[in-house]
Nanobody, 122 residues
């Protein structure tokens, strides 16, 4: 089974930028990021399909950018104009391209990486 390693979390001031990475042990298809704050529901941040189609959560549109390398083994999340409410644990995932929609993580085919904490604070 593919394994995912997320990295890049940390402390950043409001308005600042941070970049997350998610490295896969093999080439992947659909990938994405969710985030979670204790006591709240998991929230879609961004996802990218095998063909490169992207989807963003409403709260991050225009501020975050998802991308991946050509080998489809590493995914990136560039986060700009960070807000206090972006503070969360960010989890990357991957799943088969045939498991649609590519941003939905309800199925048992989803593989998760460990979380990386992003803290936005002054």
């Amino acid at each position: 089974q593919v394994q995912l390693q997320a990295s890049g979390g940390g402390l950043v001031q409001p308005g600042g930028s941070l970049s997350l990475s998610c490295a896969a042990s093999e080439s992947t298809t659909s990938m994405g990021w969710y985030r979670q704050v204790p006591g709240k529901q998991r929230e879609l941040v961004a996802a990218i399909a095998r063909v490169g189609t992207t989807k963003y959560g409403d709260s991050v549109k225009g501020r975050f950018t998802i991308s991946r390398d050509s080998a489809k083994t590493t995914m990136y999340l560039q986060m700009n104009s960070l807000k206090l409410e972006d503070t969360a644990v960010y989890y990357c995932y991957t799943k088969p391209h045939w498991d649609v929609p590519f941003w939905d993580v309800a199925s048992r085919n989803v593989v998760w990486g460990q979380g990386t904490l992003v803290t936005v604070s002054s």
